[in-house]
């Protein structure tokens, strides 16, 4: 058998001279591009704890941005208010969108399928998906306060937000449930379980982490919203913890501070920016760990 | 019976007087019956002496047709299921045999455009007829699936019991000790207990692939099933934990009517009393297993069990 073995002809596995260089070019093409993508990056991150960490001040969390600001900088008050207006606004948003949008997504997924309705209803969502955001604000500038007569307040920019983060819920929930193996429901409905309970008892608790994390990602997003809350929350510059008025947030709070002539005032957005991106950073951490725990593959 | 309003399952019953009892009430009663009674679960106390005096039921396919939207995988099939006996079904890939065995307990119907005509009759009841809630009927009819998968939330222990605490419609009829008896007996009966009695409330998932297989049928059986369909159980298991499976289908065959979708004809051959060979979602032959494959009436079944095809 051994004795017909043709030889390798030498020179067979060589590498040639045009093949090395099309893939050095490649590969440095490839480099390059990923650096350019990262300058930027790299450039926010500078500038904003360049700037945004010599605004922050012991006083700078603890007080209100009202200190009159053509004196001293260091009169001119924190960000209090909006940092706690943020919280405010975000939680009653997530609390109106995360029921609903997985809601919609156990709908989808565990009964409605493949129907007409279905489709029509994901149809419906994508379509929000790309809804830009401040078309969100002026639907609920148009109906709850020109439409009402009355004036800007919290929870109408709460529900702006809701109306931003209900598609970007809906669809992670549904992804995350669409994950949850069949022959998991199958078994539980074999076992002779009625469908609210397997939905109930086996599919939420198992893509549970996986839904955390949808949720999350959407809070995140939500509370970097500008134009949503440009005329619906109003801004204030006291701290207000009555979501039926006037009441301040991060954006909006570095929206207004950019705009003004003093050089402090700006820096205060600086401060304000380097504050939001890192509670915004921070739950897309915690997003990240909790995805970690997931039992979906 | 419930027209008295005392639910109570009819393997509780006398077989005689259970044939009185069904001869006395009308056919539309009849229908459906004791599907509605299991409904209401069963009589605490019941427990504890049931399972080892449970026995299994008939299953009876009559006419069985089914469908995925246009298609029909099933072609109009008769086939008995005789109590207490292991059926094995062997037939070639989308030939309809794992169509056929989902039909028995509605689990086709979950299936997106799929449906089901004809009859299937437990015992004399059919399950396809008016007035009958699928969640009992699935009960009645436990199902193991080709992979295990046990819940990947819960212990050992909840497994176990989920299929009494999904079903039963109180937390309250279960009482600690009660549950707590029949997981023990289920998983003893399913050849686990002395493996995993020392870690109960430890996942699920982090048993071996054999043993969560294992698991799966404790967790059918502890709902004290009449029928348990099983679809290719052993076909992600090495051939050990395969053997463990057999044995245990063999002694569970006492209690609980076995149907069990099989490629693997020695497997076929090792567990089951009667074999069924279906081809083109149609049955060919049925007959004693060893019958079956060494006298086979029919040519296809013949070329098919000798490896011509398939």
Redesign the interface.
């Known amino acids: 058998m051994s004795a017909q073995a043709q030889p390798v002809q030498p020179g067979r596995f060589r590498l040639s001279a045009s093949r090395r260089r099309r893939d050095r070019f490649a590969r440095t093409a490839i480099l390059a591009a990923t650096l350019v993508a990262l300058l930027p990056l790299a450039l926010i991150i500078y500038y904003l704890l360049h700037k945004g960490l010599s605004a922050w001040s012991s006083s700078f969390f603890t007080t209100d941005p009202t200190g009159n600001t053509f004196f001293k900088s260091s009169s001119i008050g924190g960000i209090k208010s909006a940092i706690l207006g943020t919280i405010e606004i975000v939680a009653l948003a997530a609390a109106i969108s995360i029921p609903v949008g997985v809601g919609v997504a156990v709908w989808l997924v565990e009964y409605g399928?493949?129907s007409r309705l279905a489709s029509l209803v994901r149809f419906f969502i994508d379509v929000l998906t790309g809804v830009p955001s401040i078309v969100f604000g002026l639907f609920i500038y148009i109906v709850l306060i020109v439409g009402t007569g009355t004036t800007y307040a919290g929870y109408k920019g709460s529900l702006a937000l809701a109306l931003l983060m209900l598609p970007i819920v809906t669809r992670s929930a549904e992804v995350i449930l669409q994950l949850v193996?069949t022959?998991?429901?199958?078994?539980?409905?074999?076992?002779?379980?009625?469908r609210w309970?397997?939905v109930s008892?086996?599919v939420l608790?198992?893509a549970?982490s996986g839904l955390v994390t949808g949720v999350l990602l959407a809070i995140a997003r939500a509370a970097g919203e500008t134009a949503p809350l440009l005329f619906t929350a109003g801004a204030t510059l006291k701290t207000n913890t009555d979501l039926g008025g006037f009441t301040n947030s991060l954006p909006l709070q570095i929206y207004y501070d950019v705009t003004q002539p003093t050089t402090a005032v700006v820096n205060r957005a600086w401060g304000a920016a380097l504050t939001l991106v890192i509670m915004i950073g921070a739950l897309n951490l915690i997003a990240r760990l909790v995805a970690r725990r997931s039992?979906l593959a | 019976m419930t027209a008295d309003g005392h639910p109570s399952r009819i393997a509780d019953v006398e077989p005689d007087e259970l044939a009185d009892k069904l001869e006395q009430a009308p056919a539309s009663v009849r229908s459906g019956s004791r599907i509605a009674a299991a409904t209401h679960g069963q009589p605490a106390g019941a427990n504890e002496t049931e399972l080892s005096t449970h026995k299994g039921l008939t299953v009876r396919l009559q006419g069985l047709r089914a469908f995925y939207g246009s298609t029909e995988a099933v072609k109009g099939v008769d086939l008995d299921f005789n109590a207490n006996e292991v059926t094995a079904i062997i037939g070639p890939s989308g030939c309809g045999k794992s169509t056929m065995v989902r039909c028995i307990n509605r689990m086709h119907e979950e299936v997106a455009g799929a449906r089901a005509e004809g009859r299937v009759l437990l015992d004399e009841t059919d399950i396809y007829g008016g007035g009958v809630d699928v969640v009992a009927v699935r009960r009645a009819i436990g199902m193991v699936f080709q992979k295990p998968n046990p819940f990947p939330t819960m212990s050992i222990f909840e497994n176990v019991a989920s299929g009494l605490r999904l079903s039963s419609p109180s937390r309250g009829r279960h009482a600690k000790a009660a549950l707590h008896a029949k997981v023990e007996q289920a998983l003893r009966s399913a050849g686990l207990w002395d493996e995993v009695s020392d870690r109960l409330s430890e996942p699920g998932a982090g048993l071996s692939g054999g043993q969560q297989q294992r698991l799966c049928i404790a967790r059918s059986l502890a709902v004290d099933p009449d029928v348990i369909l099983m679809d290719e159980p052993c076909s992600a298991l090495d051939p050990i934990a395969t053997l463990k499976i057999e044995e245990l289908i063999g002694r569970l065959k006492a209690r609980v009517t076995i149907v069990i979708v099989t490629h693997n004809m020695q497997q076929a051959a090792r567990v089951a009393d009667r074999t069924a060979f279906v081809l083109d979602g149609r049955l060919v032959e049925i007959g004693p297993t060893l019958q079956l494959f060494t006298t086979p009436t029919d040519s296809r079944t013949e070329e098919y069990v000798t490896g011509k095809f398939g």
């Open positions: 399928r493949h193996p022959t998991l429901r199958e078994s539980a409905l074999a076992l002779g379980a009625p309970r397997v008892r086996i608790p198992t549970f039992r």
